[in-house]
């Protein structure tokens, strides 16, 4: 049954061919099996995902389902689920249990999709490996041996096992794309504001972007379409007509101008996964694209306006983890500082207290103007090159990450070239922008991702692109062997 | 050689919403602790704010009340710190770009008037506050308050006595309830003044100031910046030096006493809020809020002298608040405008002496807009006299009815029945010959007698003069 596209299990649950309950046992039987290996769950919620199951073959039999009702979700653990812990991956919340749920938890609650379980990350989706979790690494399904990527590994690696049909995800500094491309599935991040935020632990507000991670361009269409949408409860949520994501998929690329900047191709970037994302490209000329050279020259600003702007604005969003209303607390606190002291320092892992400091030095007196004014006009000038950029081409293709996913262990100790595993997809949500990871092939087995950066809103082109090149490809449908 | 005394307020007023400035929760005061916070009050993870839209137009109210420049585009900004009774380890501020800009406040000391520089306005929420001692040995945190909507105005360092500073301080009371953003409500925390006093020898650069906090009365607020002031000239005088401090007022004691020293400045790390947009104020929205303006006390303080032709202080006290302008305008409304000072007299005399007696306010006056101009009425077509209608207003304060029932029901409509005064004229002279006789033989201030003694037979109720008319007349006879 995992083998299915989302539309054939979709399909079979209609047709009554098979029940909501019995596909939900078959991926918790799968969880079961395969998870105490890969640690991709923080949270398994097998009871939830039986009820939810049995309303959704209701909603079925009674003619009230959609496409999605009846197909289970996995929620990474940075999504508030009423009732269910919600910890971020870190000790910090390793006790929180959030008396509401997120927007988009409760709209793909509204769809129908029983909930399987909460998924792992870096902690506070800080790191692109997934290794800063408080509760471990997760492995990567293709190779035990390499990380799934960060933060949303756990999804990634649910999606790419075959313990979940459909993940939530998000992405900061590329958290959805990155492991995507890491674990061979379709990630998509949205244009910024497209999904509410509303209920999503922040990390840095102004990136922070909810999305589908999911087998196929077509299932994250699907999703989409369930996640998105205006919620006043978020201020920077966009007011626009309800979109169909799903609505473009079937368009011809003829005609279509993509666009391959010069700088996403140059120095740091693994030979092999270049001539991935050549192939990739080369493919999708086949289908009637037309190539052509554009230019993103403040690319290498993108990275460290964003490692001053993202801590900044974390090492706010995380002040209210102080041991006083909830999440962990010290023991035996001597005083008022000591609490706040010990909590966050015995709370926090060590990637988050770098960051937290880093954006608190950003945000000094003193240092001000230096840092935090300064990285603002970068990113002001890396939006401005896609701007420019957009005007000669319709869509930008090139590598999601300079190399397929690296070793556990392998970068834990040098945060910064860790950093610089998100350097092409650091500059679209500065901007804000729309990107898509579509599996384009492998390097010694371990999968690679092609990148497709739109304008605003172009989320349905980005993902009719990916469509029509899963049309003529099979990467997004293999698995690796041990999860068949 | 003389000090120069410089003193800058800052004053919170809490704006009249009906919920807080980013979540739906209800502001009302006195609830039991922590009924009134929300998740998003809590600060709890994955909230966020949206801003309640009522604070724009009440601040802009006071923008243009002020003259002041109003922020086209106002950013909310994030002041970092951590405290516990403030729950997102930041309070949602306005630093850069506050919604009111430079403005002018205009005040009078003992007849001269002076010009005080508003410096802004900015919008924040407020946080929530600790309790010691309900809970033994611990600190309890009551979150109610956090998140209510404060409009923090910040005045220049143009006040140069403690007179001056609470001039300003009650015209800006006065200002914030009139236009009706703030209830001015000093004993639960809507209407706080913060007070930044320092002395100077004339020509010298400012002094060390200190910062006198959470004083909520304007009597006390006086009373602190008086013992500030002599405590800091005597201090420089006996060659100590002022710390920069935050002092608390000792009522009992009349001191102010040092809370807590800032040895160094607070990095608040400021930085905008990603959470919130800009506030955008287009022309199109100050004009509507400035069309929706009532009448501020100046000009409504001026209207009354020259169209009413009241006196400047009678037209100050019927100004106080706008309750009371609005109800004295409704009485002249209700009387037809016939007689106005009688309407002024009634209000300050009769109506603001027995708010005072009873301690209320006017919205509580159990004697309301139409019962007043009844009465006037009745006095103006001489149904009661005026002396009738003191026993008229207060049965109608003790909740006795219209002046029409109370004077049906106690008899007390004005004999002006020629007959009906002959006889009590009759009766009286006949009763007090001897007097008759006096009168006769030159006394002519019998006169005064005769008429107490008509009055009182009649109760009071004869028209007066009527019982003069016909009095000379008969005793002409």
């Known amino acids: 049954m995992h083998n299915l596209t989302i539309k054939q299990m979709s399909e079979k649950l209609h047709a009554g061919e098979i029940t909501s309950v019995q596909l939900t046992q078959h991926y918790l039987d799968r969880i079961s099996k395969y998870d105490a290996e890969l640690n991709a769950y923080v949270t398994v919620t097998p009871e939830l995902a039986i009820a939810m199951a049995e309303e959704a073959d209701k909603m079925l039999a009674s003619g009230e389902a959609g496409l999605l009702t009846g197909i289970p979700v996995a929620h990474k653990d940075i999504f508030c689920t009423d009732g269910v812990k919600t910890s971020c991956s870190s000790k910090m919340l390793d006790n929180f249990i959030a008396p509401y749920d997120a927007h988009v938890v409760t709209q793909l609650k509204k769809a129908g999709m029983p909930i399987l379980g909460k998924t792992n990350m870096d902690e506070f989706a800080m790191g692109s490996s997934s290794e800063s979790s408080y509760y471990g690494p997760t492995k990567n399904p293709w190779d035990h041996k390499a990380v799934p990527g960060g933060s949303s590994g756990g999804a990634a690696a649910v999606i790419a096992a075959g313990l979940a049909p459909m993940a939530t995800g998000t992405d900061t500094g590329g958290s959805i794309r990155q492991p995507a491309s890491f674990c061979g599935i379709t990630g998509i991040k949205p244009t910024y504001g497209s999904v509410s935020r509303f209920g999503i632990v922040a990390y840095a507000s102004s990136f922070d972007q909810a999305g589908p991670m999911t087998r196929s361009a077509e299932d994250s269409a699907w999703m989409l379409n369930a996640m998105a949408g205006f919620d006043e409860r978020d201020s920077t949520s966009l007011q626009r007509e309800a979109v169909d994501y799903a609505a473009d998929l079937g368009q011809s690329l003829k005609g279509l101008k993509v666009g391959v900047p010069a700088e996403y191709f140059g120095e740091g970037l693994d030979a092999d996964v270049e001539a991935v994302v050549r192939n990739a490209i080369a493919e999708v000329e086949k289908l009637g694209a037309e190539v052509v050279e554009v230019h993103l020259p403040n690319k290498d600003l993108a990275v460290p306006s964003y490692y001053v702007l993202a801590p900044a604005e974390a090492s706010s969003n995380l002040s209210r983890f102080d041991g006083v209303r909830f999440g962990y607390r010290c023991e035996n606190p001597k005083d008022l500082q000591d609490l706040y002291k010990r909590s966050r320092s015995e709370g926090f892992g060590a990637e988050v207290k770098r960051r937290i400091m880093v954006g608190a030095y950003a945000l000094s007196a003193g240092y001000y103007d230096a840092y935090y004014l300064k990285a603002q006009k970068l990113r002001r000038m890396v939006r401005d090159d896609f701007t420019k950029a957009f005007e000669s081409c319709d869509v930008i293709m090139g590598p999601v990450a300079p190399t397929p996913a690296f070793n556990i262990g392998e970068k834990t100790d040098d945060p910064t070239s860790m950093y610089l595993a998100d350097l092409y997809t650091i500059p679209v949500n500065l901007a804000g922008l729309p990107g898509i990871s579509v599996p384009a092939g492998f390097v010694n087995d371990r999968p690679v991702g092609l990148h497709i950066v739109g304008p605003y809103f172009s989320e349905t082109k980005l993902l009719n692109i990916a469509h029509q090149y899963q049309q003529v490809t099979d990467w997004h449908t293999r698995m690796p062997a041990q999860y068949q | ?477």
Not at chain 2, 219 to 243: N, P
Not at chain 2, 347 to 360: E, H, Q, R, V, Y
Not at chain 2, 441 to 462: D, N, T
Request: charged fraction near 25%.
């Open chain 2, 1 to 477: 050689m003389s000090w120069e005394v410089v003193i800058g307020l800052e004053i919170h007023a809490q704006l009249t919403t009906n919920t807080k400035i980013f979540s739906g929760s209800s502001i009302a005061y006195g609830a039991e602790p922590n009924t009134q916070a929300c998740p998003i009050d809590v600060g709890m993870p994955g909230m966020l704010p949206v801003l309640n839209e009522a604070v724009i137009g009440k601040s802009v109210m006071l923008g243009l009340a002020l003259n002041a420049e109003i922020g086209r585009k106002s950013v909310f900004d994030r002041k970092n710190y951590f405290y516990p009774d403030l729950p997102k380890g930041y309070q949602t501020s306005q630093f850069n770009y506050p919604i009111v800009g430079k403005g002018t406040l205009e005040i009078e000391v003992d007849g001269v008037k002076k010009t005080i520089g508003v410096t802004r306005a900015h919008l924040e929420e407020d946080a929530g506050k600790s309790i010691h001692g309900a809970v033994p040995g611990q600190t309890g945190i009551d979150l109610n308050r956090a998140g209510t909507p404060l409009l923090e105005i910040v005045s220049e360092p143009d006040l140069s006595s403690a007179k001056e500073a609470v001039a300003y301080a009650r015209k800006m009371h006065e200002l914030v309830q009139y236009l009706g953003i703030c209830d001015g409500n000093m004993q639960e925390g809507s209407f706080r003044v913060d007070s930044n006093v320092s002395v100077r020898r004339p020509g010298e650069p400012l002094g060390t100031r200190a910062e006198l906090k959470n004083i909520n009365s304007f009597r006390f607020i006086e009373k602190a910046i008086e013992f500030e002031i002599e405590r800091q000239i005597e201090l420089l005088e006996s060659g100590g030096q002022v710390v920069q401090e935050t002092r608390l007022y000792d009522s009992e004691n009349d001191v102010t006493r040092s809370m807590r020293t800032k040895e160094e400045a607070n990095d608040y790390r400021y930085f905008p809020c990603p959470d919130l947009l800009p506030v955008v104020i287009t022309e199109e929205t100050i004009e509507a809020i400035s069309a929706s303006m009532p009448e501020l006390p100046d000009a409504k303080r001026a209207r009354y002298v020259a169209d009413f032709g009241l006196s400047d202080y009678d037209a100050g006290v019927l100004t106080g608040s706008r309750d009371m302008a609005e109800f004295f305008e409704s009485v002249v409304e209700k009387t037809g405008g016939k007689d106005i000072k009688l309407c002024a007299n009634w209000m300050i005399t009769g109506f603001s002496g027995a708010l005072n007696k009873d301690g209320l306010s006017v919205k509580d006056a159990p004697v309301t807009a139409d019962m007043m101009a009844g009465m006037l009425n009745r006095i103006s077509d001489n149904t009661i006299s005026g002396k009738i209608a003191k026993q008229v207003f207060d049965a109608m304060w003790n909740g006795e009815g219209s002046a029409d029932e109370i004077i049906e029901s106690k008899g007390l409509k004005q004999i002006t029945d020629t007959g009906a005064i002959e006889a009590l004229v009759d009766e009286v002279l006949a009763n007090n010959p001897s007097q008759v006789e006096a009168y006769k033989g030159g006394q002519e201030k019998m006169l005064g007698y005769f008429v107490g003694q008509i009055m009182k037979a009649s109760g009071g109720q004869a028209n007066p003069g009527q019982v003069n008319q016909i009095l000379k007349a008969k005793l002409s006879d």
